[in-house]
């Protein structure tokens, strides 16, 4: 069966450092896999989504980017971390084209 | 631009009744629909998807309408239970719109038992 990790479940940095968060999906091969994060009370807001190695279609301009250097790793960045990254980050993969997206636990990132 | 409306305002019912959440979107035609469940400080869980040439689409105690006149959907939880409580999502896709799915803010639901 496939499965999806994420890491770490919780982070709290300061600003102006960097970011690294991690998703794995397992038992699946070429899987779409999709970045969002969700602000307190909002929808999700799609950040990155990758349909193959090396792959990236940014939705919305900021501070974070992301690189997917294996089938089924997806890895989200930032060189400097602003307040208004603040938010709970969700890592997803999809098959098929019902896009039904699959989720990781998810990052609270908390920057101070 | 296209927008996805779920009422922001929680649902609060009596446990054994039927809960009934609102899915709402404008400038969009999608090809499906779908609807997650949310827990606190989880990823969402997919629940259900109906098409757009489907009228309504069931699983277990929940049935799920898609009205592409009104462009509304209705999400239903028969015999709606405590452990039903979550925030649930709606979201859109289409078949051309690439890999991308808009996601709505969700409803909170609370079931008293």
Do not use: M
């Amino acid at each position: 069966s496939q499965t999806i990790h994420q890491w770490p479940a919780t982070l709290v940095q300061p600003v102006g450092s960097p970011l690294s968060l991690e998703c794995t999906v397992e038992g699946t091969s070429n899987p779409n896999l999709y970045w969002y994060r969700q602000a307190a009370g909002r929808g999700l807001q799609l950040l990155f989504y990758s349909v193959g190695i090396g792959q990236i279609s940014s939705e919305v301009p900021q501070n974070l980017s992301a690189s997917r250097p294996q089938d089924r790793q997806f890895i989200l960045s930032s060189k400097k971390l602003l307040l208004s990254d603040s938010g709970f980050y969700l890592c997803a993969w999809s098959v098929g084209g019902e896009n039904i997206q699959y989720f990781g636990a998810g990052t609270r990132l908390s920057v101070l | 631009s296209q927008k996805i409306e779920q009422n922001s305002e929680a649902l609060n019912i009596q446990e054994g009744k039927t809960a009934t959440l609102t899915c709402n979107y404008t400038n969009y035609s999608p090809a499906y629909l779908q609807w997650y469940r949310q827990d606190p400080g989880r990823g969402p869980v997919f629940l259900l998807l109906i098409r757009e040439n489907e009228k309504e689409k069931r699983k277990e105690r929940l049935k799920v309408t898609f009205d592409t006149t009104l462009k509304q959907s209705l999400f239903h939880i028969t015999a709606s239970q405590p452990a039903d409580s979550a925030t649930y999502l709606c979201a859109l896709g289409t078949d051309t719109g690439g890999f991308k799915t808009i996601f709505g803010a969700g409803t909170r639901l609370f079931v008293k038992a």
